[in-house]
């Protein structure tokens, strides 16, 4: 409503100066002169009417370009990619910082196919469908969501919050929040990461899409960004010997006897180019792991390196993840977990990605993308596990990816690759992949 309004107020100024502009013009046809003063002083205002035709002009000019970038629904403000991610988000989920005042909608979603080297059926899945809404109320407040469906039947809440933009850098944010944690949890679109699946290690150790209920501040600047919110904490009783990623609460009626801190710095020292460490650190336990009236709180610890660049068609990234819990033979007796089954007191995992855009330096390609890539990843979920219990070795895996994705335009993406699996005991399985994905 707010851009129609606009569209109207900006034809009907238009209008009102292309009038003035045809009366100026039919105003200047003087009459034959009758003496040399008249004459000169009919010159000076001839001279002076064709100076005010040519600003109305100008200002014409200037009003039909306004018209036609409002019907056009382009954005009031420009958000680059590097100014996205500094707020935390991928650059559809940035739509309402776009905007001077009113409702924002964008999206994306994807589709995978994946075919395994096994007895295990093929998968073909609408993975994800999803719709941004955001309000801006006006220059310091604004309302910015992400609202999923998964699998074409689940329907959650990614993200939901206020923003206070105290200045152009720095801002409160409270509400349900992205753990501001690796290379995907917050730039989680299909478009911006590469591969037909996220990275392991950003779904074991980081477990994205990984949001929970709180609040903080952001810092977005652009050499320098920064994020850290209070949230409440996992919900240990839902770890595996395959990870913490059970553990997320999402957001609804989240337990909140423990909370945590979370955390990310970052440093841009050019567009395309950043790298950073992030972390988070809070109880897990929720008063639900406890022995003989003692209650423990499984403190749980995670971190990571990280660390892009995209330059001139070239595209690396690299990531390095930790985690360390507390109390996990307590929390493995609670959970009846025993021998190579129990939930590991270490968990390290990390990847190398490399890609290049082979037509990137091809101005006949139009920006169309057609980029090769490999990716070497290692996790290992019971890098150590509690006195009493053993490693699975088939917990500790490498996978190796290579594909190729082709972007017709910059919000679509095909992406194909194979991925292998290998471990000691040669239990890992290898797919094929195939994903489809948008956004806009």
């Excluded at 002009?57 to 958000?79: Q, T």
């Excluded at 609460?249 to 950073?276: E, H, S, Y």
């Excluded at 993840?321 to 190579?340: K, P, R, Y």
């Amino acid at each position: 409503m707010e851009r129609k309004h606009k569209v109207v107020i900006a034809l009907v100024a238009l209008a009102v100066l292309a009038g003035a502009g045809v009366t100026f013009a039919q105003t200047g046809g003087p009459e034959e002169a009758e003496s040399a003063e008249e004459g000169e002083a009919e010159t000076e205002v001839e001279a002076e009417q064709q100076a005010d035709v040519q600003e109305l002009e100008r200002r014409i000019e200037l009003l039909a370009e306004e018209v036609e970038r409002l019907r056009s629904g382009e954005p009031d403000r420009e958000v680059t990619i590097d100014r996205a991610r500094a707020l935390g988000l991928a650059p559809s989920a940035a739509a309402a910082y776009a905007q001077d005042a009113g409702v924002s909608i964008a999206g994306y979603g994807e589709a995978l196919y994946e075919n395994y080297a096994s007895d295990k059926t093929s998968q073909f899945d609408y993975l994800r469908a999803i719709m941004y809404f955001g309000y801006r109320f006006n220059d310091k407040f604004l309302f910015n969501s992400e609202i999923e469906v998964e699998h074409a039947k689940e329907i959650f809440v990614e993200f939901a919050y206020v923003d206070y933009l105290a200045t152009e850098n720095f801002g409160l944010r409270a509400g349900m929040l992205l753990i501001p944690m690796g290379l995907v949890n917050e730039f989680h679109e299909p478009t911006v990461f590469i591969g037909a699946e996220r990275p392991v290690t950003e779904k074991s150790i980081i477990p994205s899409t990984w949001r929970e209920n709180g609040g903080g501040f952001y810092f977005a600047h652009e050499l320098v960004s920064a994020r850290a919110y209070v949230v409440n904490g996992f919900n240990g009783s839902a770890f595996s010997s395959s990870g913490v990623r059970g553990g997320r609460q999402k957001g609804g009626k989240a337990k909140a006897d423990n909370m945590a801190f979370t955390g990310r710095l970052d440093i841009t020292p050019t567009p395309g180019v950043f790298f950073g460490a992030s972390f988070y650190n809070g109880g897990s336990g929720q008063g639900d792991i406890a022995i003989d009236d003692v209650i423990y709180p499984v403190t749980t610890s995670i971190f990571d390196l990280h660390g892009q660049a995209q330059v001139r068609g070239l595209d690396i990234r690299a990531l390095y993840a930790q985690a360390s819990l507390d109390d996990t033979a307590e929390l493995n007796h609670v959970l009846g977990l025993t021998g190579n089954n129990g939930v590991g007191e270490s968990m390290k995992g990390g990847y190398v990605q490399l890609g290049y855009d082979l037509l990137s330096q091809v101005p006949e390609a139009g920006g169309v993308g057609l980029t090769p890539y490999v990716r070497y990843e290692k996790v290992d979920t019971q890098a150590a596990v509690a006195a009493g219990f053993t490693r699975n070795p088939s917990k500790n895996n490498t996978y190796t990816t290579l594909g190729v994705e082709l972007k017709p335009v910059p919000g679509i993406v095909l992406k194909v690759d194979h991925m292998w699996v290998n471990n000691t005991v040669d239990s890992g399985v290898n797919q094929f992949n195939v994903n489809v994905g948008y956004a806009f």
